[in-house]
């Protein structure tokens, strides 16, 4: 190491030796950096989880534009939209076709443990407003209480998703109807619910009697192929009577909700405190021991300013040992990290895992922060004078 130190510095490398010198220090300060990174990616990645989480829904249905009430700040959040809206906005030329979206949470008692679905009802005889996965399913529906289930709900065994076929269905009963799964889906459990289950609209209102057909959750259009939908948008803003509804492109609405629930939820909010609170942690175990090293070698960082070294030479020794410590103490917190996120992803079967992109923001974040560190521990030795420092 230190040759190669002497390589990329072209000199002695001074801040290594001073770190290594007290071996005890050294592998206290490389396990405080590590722990911060653990720190700054579990939180992170459970982000970036809640993101993953939040557009999940978003690819079960394929769309151009969505109607969705003033209040809708998410898919499951928020009013209902009357389905007159969807034959006023069907008048526009560039309107091909248009969906009413049924969304709610359907209770699972499975005995030993209840499951949350959260349970769309769309219309059997559209396959098109589907993911391909699940529209070549969509005739199944057509049958009444039939479901489609999340293959990897939480606390759905796994070799009991994988016999549900057509030619062996699940039956379960729930809000006290019995409903028989035909089939499955690639979901996974969220923040909000365990999995998700597709039925037809009219299963959907037989589970849900409270519900009407006039009133939808949302209302999703599809347009002609050479139609630009800011255009239409504008349009149906003007065509449809009620100008408190929100209409956006489909792809909008989906990054609005990821927004919302990172920026004014209160899950959003904590995790982001709690990157900061791991870059805070990481900045002041760097800082200490910097700080304490340079304390300990005052007299021979004097007698280098008395020879005529100025303030670069010692920021540079300083940044040197900043740099070791950020990237020796990267490497385990990486490894730790990506152990941790990998077993909650096992437990929870959120979409929790390590990414690239993820190990290179915290890296880079480590270097700099390390290296604010050095340069905070080097402003004695920048105003002091060598008389004094002896």
């Known amino acids: ?12 490398p001074i801040g290594w030796l001073q770190l290594t010198h007290n071996r005890t220090r050294f592998v206290a300060a490389l396990s405080g950096v590590a722990f911060a990174n653990v720190l700054v990616f579990v939180q992170l990645g459970i982000m970036n989880s809640m993101g993953a989480a939040t557009l999940r829904p978003y690819d079960f249905f394929q769309a151009d534009v969505m109607i969705s009430a003033a209040d809708a700040n998410s898919l499951t959040d928020g ?32 005995g030993d443990k209840d499951i949350s679905l959260t349970t769309f009802g769309v219309d059997p ?20 209480d039939a479901v489609l289930l999340d293959r990897f709900a939480r606390g ?35 923040f909000g619910g365990d999995g998700y289950m597709l039925t037809s609209d009219q299963s959907f209102l037989a589970l849900f009697p409270a519900r ?25 803003k003007t065509l449809i009577s009620d100008p408190d509804l929100r209409i956006r492109s489909y792809a909008e609405a989906a990054q609005d909700d990821l927004r919302y629930q990172q920026t004014k939820r209160p899950t959003g909010i904590i995790f982001g405190f709690g990157v900061l ?73 959120l979409p929790l895992a390590m990414t690239p992109s993820m190990a290179i923001s915290v890296f880079l974040g480590t270097i700099v ?22």
């Open 369 to 390: 922060f390390s290296a604010l560190s050095g340069a905070i521990a080097t402003r004695r030795l920048a105003a002091a004078d060598p008389a004094d420092l002896f």
């Open 125 to 144: 005889a559209k396959p098109g407003f589907l993911a391909p996965e699940m529209g070549q399913d969509l005739a199944l529906l057509q049958v009444q």
């Open 277 to 349: 609170i791991g870059v805070l942690v990481g900045l002041v175990i760097v800082y200490q021991v910097l700080s304490t090293d340079v304390a300990d070698h005052l007299r021979e960082y004097a007698t280098f300013k008395a020879m005529g070294y100025g303030p670069g030479f010692f920021l540079g020794i300083v940044f040197e040992e900043a740099l070791v410590l950020g990237v020796m103490g990267f490497i385990p917190g990486l490894l730790v990290g990506t152990t941790i996120l990998t077993l909650m992803g096992a437990i929870t079967t």
């Open 212 to 236: 009407a057909s006039a009133a939808p959750d949302h209302i999703l259009l599809k347009l002609r192929p050479s139609a630009r939908a800011d255009v239409v948008i504008a349009r149906l």
């Open 156 to 190: 759905l065994p796994k070799e009991e998703a994988a016999a549900i076929r057509p030619q062996s269905p699940l039956a379960f009963e729930t809000q006290g109807r019995t409903v028989t799964a035909y089939g499955t889906f690639a979901g996974g459990g969220g």
């Open 79 to 110: 009013g209902n939209v009357a389905r007159q809206w969807l034959l006023q906005a069907l008048a526009d030329p560039d309107v091909a076709d248009g969906m009413g979206l049924f969304i709610a949470n359907l209770p699972w008692d499975r």
């Open 1 to 12: 190491m230190s040759r190669i130190l002497q390589a990329l510095f072209g000199r002695l």
